[in-house]
């Protein structure tokens, strides 16, 4: 795996989004809100459950049925204002 598409840290915000730290360095905010349109990710429509996401040191994990490709992260997150 390309390393700049590892997930170092994700932090939870308002309206469905994540602050992603990848290996490169880059600062990238996801926007989950599409995904709650599928079945698999409608458990992320409760915030309490969306605010628990973590890291597992490559991607972001809510538990062991739901997580998100970090490719798909990187390449479909925008960059972050510092």
Do not use: H
């Not at 990710?41 to 409760?46: D, I, T, V, W």
């Not at 969306?50 to 992260?73: A, K, R």
């Amino acid at each position: 795996m390309n390393p700049k598409w590892v997930v170092k840290e994700v932090r939870p915000l308002e309206n469905y989004k994540l602050l992603l730290l990848f290996e490169s360095g880059e600062k990238k905010i996801y926007d989950c809100s599409p995904l709650l349109k599928y079945e698999i990710f409608e458990p992320l429509a409760n915030k309490a459950f969306f605010d628990s996401v973590y890291t597992d040191g490559c991607t972001t994990v809510w538990n062991e049925d739901i997580d998100i490709d970090p490719i798909t992260l990187y390449q479909d997150s925008i960059p972050a204002n510092a």
